[in-house]
């Protein structure tokens, strides 16, 4: 299977039999040989149904158009679904929001750079210089829009402008800014945060000393899309490690940076390969 021939489908539907068929000898009579279908339902009995079906396309009858539109007139209108098609081949463009923590940044560009993420990498910004040689050095450009509390409108307002057309996916890598309602409203589904799992225990500065002072005896990370109550969107993916009250708070801190970094990594390559379903503020994940 390579990028070139690999295409996926996404379905949400009412749940019923005949769809998994369906679907299956549609593929088929146009040519298009499955190679992965998972699915799940939320009841056997009225119940809500998921599924995501990878392809082959060498042998297609038809073309990316007509394949479309003959899907939507033979098998969704049917069954009432939202679906979408993609195609491997189609990189999904990503832009990555950072402030000064570069571990989550940096394990992204490095994934990236040895191709284990399939995305065109438009650009870093920041809202601080510090970053910058680290960033370019990969060959991705960086720019920094400084925020206050007094340029905030402006500074978002130059962010999106710099976005326009640039960005399928936003990525925020320990950026230390929360975004307003209408920013997060033009990207919805597609703006992936990270941070540590103490929330909403430990809120605010340094929360590795807080779990340090508390004696916690689970440390961990959670990644999940930005929606407009802060913190509280779809959870994609999360993580956890066992401690002990042998940890100094600095030895948390590195354990805590090592979990962000593969856990933001999963969810950014999980979004990318069309593997994630959002329904009702929770996401089915395929893996």
Known sequence: MHDNTTARLLITCPDCPGIVASVSNFFYNHGANITALDQHSTDPEGGTFFMRVEFQTPHLDISRPVLSQAFSQAVAERYQMDWEISYASDHKKMVIFVSKYDHVLLELLWRWSRHELPTDISMV?????????????????????????????????????????????????????????????????????????????????????????????????????????????????????????????????????????????RAVKWHLEDRIIVYKNRTIVFV
């Open 125 to 265: 910004i920041s809202n601080h210089g510090d970053l910058k040689q680290s960033v370019e050095s990969f060959g991705v450009p960086f720019y920094e829009i400084p925020v206050s509390r007094n340029n905030k409108e402006d500074a978002e307002k130059q962010a999106l402008e710099m976005l326009a057309g640039k960005t399928d996916l936003i990525i925020l890598a320990r950026y230390m800014q929360i975004l307003t309602d209408r920013f997060v409203e033009q990207y919805e589904n597609r703006i992936i945060n990270i941070h540590h799992s103490f929330l909403p225990a430990f809120v605010g500065a340094d929360p590795y000393r807080q779990a340090y002072e508390k004696g916690v005896k689970l440390i961990g990370a959670t990644a999940h899309y930005v929606t407009a109550e802060l913190d509280k969107g779809p959870i994609i993916e999360q993580d956890v490690n066992r401690v002990s009250h042998r940890y100094k708070r600095d030895h948390l801190r590195q354990l805590g940076q090592d979990i962000e970094r593969n856990v933001l990594f």
